[in-house]
């Protein structure tokens, strides 16, 4: 059954504990805070946000285990899929699915960012993975000014594979994406269109039928809003949702490098409650002194404040 990611669908963090480790409690206190939220739909862990690629592959495993542990198995857990070669990529998936993860966000071979890729390349790693593993796929469509990003028949012949059912599209290219999600639309009417421009959601949300996005971890109440305002094509709501939000997005997303985004989550599950701090794994480094108070401002300014955790 192909799941139906039509909604909101957070990629949390992965909490550490001050020594470095993985922080499985806390684990269990985002899980069930966030699977807890009516209109979540998925739980997208070990993405940049998860700071997948920074842990064990041991780790990643039990990653997966304790998210899909921390809601009971209500909401699926979806797994990145990031290894750099089709095989390496295709096993990774198989131990996702034994680990419990019901589909698969597959990163492109992370060579392609500085090299570039062979044509038919993309569509050989999506194929290999799903045959390996029959993990349900989701196409990831990295930024316009990267060389892994994907041409458009690239992404309908990725599309229109066995095993995939969505698409995140993060281009960030609107002149792309005004003439691209149309056409993946015409050709694939079933195909789940999700926006990941965690920066700038609100000219996307018109187009699409959720979000996969970090910002999911520390706002998730607004953002099922705005993406039910943006189904409703009601631009004034929508709107005063992003004026709403903007302080916040500000000062999580409008750093100097996107990485940073994912300091900044952390010091915002802080100020929701979830997290006691916002300790991360290098090569990502802690926020400039006065950060956290920046980002406690802005959250106040949103009225995004303490939450209760599911028992």
């Known amino acids: 059954m192909t799941l139906d990611l039509r909604g909101l669908n957070p990629a949390p963090v992965t909490p550490f504990t001050e020594e470095g480790d993985v922080d499985y409690d806390a684990i269990q206190r985002l899980g069930s805070w966030l699977g807890s939220i009516d209109g979540v739909k998925s739980l997208v862990v070990l993405g940049h946000a998860g700071e997948g690629t920074f842990l064990t592959e041991e780790e990643q495993l039990e990653v997966i285990r304790a998210f899909v542990a921390s809601t009971d198995g ?87 594979q066995d095993g995939v059912f969505a698409t995140k599209n993060g281009v960030r290219n609107m002149r792309r994406w005004y003439t691209e999600i149309p056409a993946l639309r015409a050709a694939y009417p079933d195909l789940q269109i999700l926006s990941c421009h965690d920066e700038y959601l609100l000219p996307t949300m018109f187009d699409v039928d959720g979000l996969l996005v970090g910002y999911g971890n520390i706002a998730p109440e607004p953002l099922i809003e705005l993406i039910a305002a943006g189904k409703a094509r009601d631009y004034e709501a929508a709107h005063a949702i992003h004026e709403r939000l903007l302080p916040v997005t500000q000062n999580v997303y409008h750093r100097g ?31 400039p002194a006065g950060a956290d108070a920046e980002i406690a401002a802005a959250f106040a300014l949103a009225g995004l404040g303490t939450v209760s955790v599911p028992a």
């Open 257 to 287: 490098s996107h990485m940073e985004g994912t300091v900044a989550l952390k010091w915002g599950l802080v100020q929701r409650g979830i997290l006691d701090h916002a300790t991360v794994r290098t090569p990502l480094l802690p926020l």
């Open 74 to 160: 209500r909401v699926p857990v979806i797994a990145g899929i990031t290894k750099e070669g089709n095989k390496t990529a295709a096993l990774e998936a198989k131990a996702a699915v034994e680990a419990g993860a019901a589909a698969g966000l597959v990163y492109p071979s992370h060579g392609w960012l500085r090299f570039g890729y062979q044509q038919g390349a993309p569509q050989s790693r999506y194929r290999e993975i799903y045959e390996e593993s029959g993990l349900p796929l989701i196409l990831f469509q990295y930024p316009d000014n990267t060389k892994a990003t994907y041409d458009l028949d690239t992404q309908l012949e990725i599309a229109g």
